[in-house]
């Protein structure tokens, strides 16, 4: 059980983590008579230390939520009805198993939002379901909105995606943060809680920390700024490798040693010297010779890129060159660069090698019916998903399971997506809100939140910035009838287990364990990968080693493995049989010559970069009054130049819009963003057909309407939706 400590009857105090975002700050719960009342940061967590930030403090509003939906509820013409788990259930389980049979299992999809990813049970049912239905099954992810992109990049240089290097927060002495503003993300593919601390901390040991992005943002305020015009972080980047090789900074002998290609490579970047980039990304050729020379001859320094660099129109090629940068200036997999976390697995090298294989083999094989392009991990490009249904043929989408996501406000075009919902035979979403997605489903199922489920953040070893683990009992029932995606998911299975092989055997061999009295859950695979991994119990192998139980029991504040990062992993993290990096890629080569293709329309003279705000989580925090207090809503940011220009004033409300559509929002008027850019909040336009009130007094435009859901207009490589650098016009209203 979670560490208890009584207070008074009834209330007791439960040692637990957040788990909104990357960091998973340690949280201590009150709980009194069953119902969660306070959450406060945990003065004991190793690493988090008394740090939890006003969403997390503020989730009680959301596990309390009167508007939370906590029975199943089925869509009927008059609006939602309630109904019993057994009414929902066996209707779902009909309905699925006849479209199954009738159109194969290439009718059936499932959208796998952001916050699922926080729930190990819920990963691996979910993929134990779509993956199990069969090969022709459509799986989307949120990935394509975030960082399939950065994937990609990894699995074309180490051969699996897997792999993702981040940079040695501890060490490093000078911390290049491009397209990422941890200031208010706290830090993503990057779990480092307290990252502004350990950012301030490379600077009062004498380091540096430069930001480069279109915004002075938040972090960017802190640090040394240097702007950048969107979308064009992959021309800096070719420029500062042009600069290394021109100058001989590069220590080519030891990158022969990791990688092949290097002549490729060399070739390919010595046209883009910084006079030639200068033009596209408005940074003098001075100071982009000046951070080439200060990478290369600082020992310990690292480049680290995130979404503003995975969103443009060329993210694998600027995660991949953010990568190559780090190598070439002999910043790879060194204490202070930029390293590799690892599971510590035995035979980790093999792992990857097995895992890299069947990753790359799946993305040659599973291609979108709608644009013919690869899957990333296995999941296709979101921005595709209402073509995917509404386009008629074989594998047309006619069944649509929607877990823990609202792609209505977070895919490309949602506008479009809306209609598709209601085109299909049966849509069934797993959630905690009525929201502007799941109000257009058949049934909404209850879940629990994350303050009502065990769980082991199974997705985040691999972005520890230090070595650590932590795992957590529920600290509260489930409200209502609400149950765990992996149990729902395991009924489904059960009832459907004649439409897949598959299903069958799980059935199958469920109620032999049972008869044998093991009742099997996704936690005995948590606990197999605890005990496996840096620091477990290897199956009592290593005495006093980790297990989940151990985690919960005896260390509920978690428990640093080590100190620091290993660095001289490279060979394991490398899943290509030669153990070398592979530099030499058609597909990089073919998005260096898209740079010098056409511009954007002369009439859209803007170009638009997304914005994060601190009491905002993407959408689905906004029904939390804490968090809505004062005055809240979307806002633009633009220059003031621009605005003396358009003849716009500060709080005025303006229509921007792009080849794609139009939305009005108010602006903020500010020398904070570079002149010609405009940045705008995601996870806004909730519009009234949610059931939650709130957030519908809130209202604001969804961003994701300026984008495109066309094919062409996704990143071809890794499936990317294109969300930053889009080209826009502002007219006063
Ligand atoms: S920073 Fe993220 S993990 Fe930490 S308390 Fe805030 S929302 Fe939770």
């Known amino acids: 059980m979670a560490e208890s400590t009584e207070l008074r009857a009834g209330a007791t105090k439960k040692t637990t983590f957040c788990r909104i975002c990357e960091p998973l700050c340690g949280t201590i719960a009150t709980v009194e008579d069953g119902r ?68 194969g299992s290439g009718s059936v999809g499932w959208y796998f939002g952001n916050p699922g990813a926080f729930s190990y049970a819920h990963v691996l049912s979910v993929l134990a379901f779509i993956k199990g239905l069969g090969r022709r099954s459509h799986f989307f992810t949120a990935s394509s909105q975030d960082i399939s992109s950065r994937l ?3 699995q074309l240089l180490y051969g699996t995606p897997t792999s993702v290097p981040i940079p040695d927060l501890k060490r490093t002495d000078l911390l290049v943060v491009m397209g990422a503003n941890p200031v208010v993300s706290h830090g993503s593919l990057l779990t480092a809680p307290r990252i502004r601390d350990r950012m301030h901390d490379i600077v009062k040991r004498g380091g540096r920390v430069v930001v480069i992005d279109p915004r002075r943002s938040e972090k960017a305020a802190q640090f040394e700024w240097l702007g950048i015009v969107p979308d064009t972080d992959s021309q800096l980047l070719l420029s500062l490798l042009q600069v290394m090789f021109a100058e001989g900074l590069a220590d080519a002998d030891q990158i022969d040693l990791h990688a092949e290609g290097l002549d490729w490579l060399r070739l390919l970047v010595a046209p883009f010297t910084p006079d030639a980039t200068s033009a596209h990304t408005g940074i003098e050729p001075e100071v982009v010779r000046e951070l080439a020379r200060d990478l290369a001859a600082t020992p310990r320094a690292a480049i680290y890129g995130r979404l503003g660099t995975c969103v443009g129109r060329y993210g694998t090629l600027t995660s991949y060159l953010i990568d190559v940068v780090n190598l070439v200036a002999g910043n790879l997999d060194r204490p202070g660069g930029s390293v590799f976390v690892g599971f510590g697995l035995p035979g980790q090298r093999w792992v990857n090698f097995a895992v890299g294989a069947v990753l790359r083999w799946s993305y040659r094989r599973r291609r979108s019916r709608i644009g013919g392009i690869g899957s990333v991990i296995g999941a296709e490009p979101a921005a595709l998903m209402a073509k995917e249904i509404l386009a008629p043929g074989d594998r047309q989408i006619r069944a649509l399971f929607i877990s823990a996501g609202n792609p209505v406000l977070s895919v490309p075009n949602g506008e479009e997506l809306e209609p598709a919902l209601e085109s299909l035979q049966l849509s069934v979403a797993l959630d905690f809100y009525r929201t502007e997605t799941t109000s257009h489903c058949d049934y909404i199922l209850p879940v629990t939140t994350m303050y009502e489920r065990d769980d082991f953040p199974l997705a985040f070893q691999a972005f520890q910035a230090t070595p650590f683990r932590q795992a957590t009992e529920a600290v509260v029932a489930p409200a209502g009838q609400s149950r765990q995606e992996w149990e729902i998911i395991a009924e489904l299975i059960r009832r459907v287990s004649g439409s897949a092989p598959l ?55 978690g428990k640093v493995i080590e100190p620091h990062l290993r660095t001289g992993v490279l060979k394991e993290s490398i899943a290509y049989l030669r153990g070398r990096i592979q530099l030499e890629h058609s597909d990089i080569a073919a998005q260096i010559a898209l740079l010098s293709g056409p511009g954007h329309p002369a009439d859209y003279a803007l170009r638009m970069v997304g914005m994060r705000d601190s009491r905002s989580e993407n959408s689905w925090l906004h029904n939390s009054p804490l968090l809505m207090r004062g005055d809240r809503g979307q806002h633009a940011l633009i220059n003031v130049d621009d605005a003396a220009e358009l003849h716009v004033s500060d709080g005025e409300e303006v229509a921007v819009s792009s080849p794609y559509g139009r939305i009005r929002l108010p602006v903020r008027v500010t020398k904070d963003v570079m002149t010609g850019v405009i ?31 066309d094919p062409g207009d996704i990143e071809a490589v890794s499936g990317m939706a294109w969300l930053t650098g889009v080209p826009v016009r502002i007219e006063a209203l």
């Open 679 to 709: 940045a705008v909040p995601h996870g806004w336009g909730h519009k009234g057909t949610g059931g939650w009130r709130v957030a519908n007094q809130a209202g604001g435009a969804n961003v994701n309407q300026l984008t495109s859901s």
């Open 152 to 154: 990609m990049a990894s």
């Open 36 to 103: 969660l009342v306070k959450l406060r940061p945990d003065t004991q967590h190793p690493l988090s230390s008394g740090f939890a930030c006003q969403k997390g403090i503020a989730f009680t509003e959301v596990v309390n939520d009167p508007d939370r939906v906590t029975v199943p509820l089925r869509r009927t013409a008059a609006g939602f009805e309630k109904v019993t788990w057994d009414q929902a259930m066996a209707d779902i389980s009909t309905r699925l198993s006849a479209i199954v049979g009738q159109y």
């Open 503 to 557: 299903f069958a055997a799980l059935s199958r061999s469920h109620r032999v364990l049972k008869l044998l009295g093991v009742h099997f859950t996704p936690r005995m695979l948590a606990d197999g990968l605890i005990r496996l991994t840096a620091g477990g119990d290897l199956f009592g192998l290593r005495r006093g080693g980790l297990t989940f139980d151990r985690l919960t029991g005896s260390s509920p504040h």
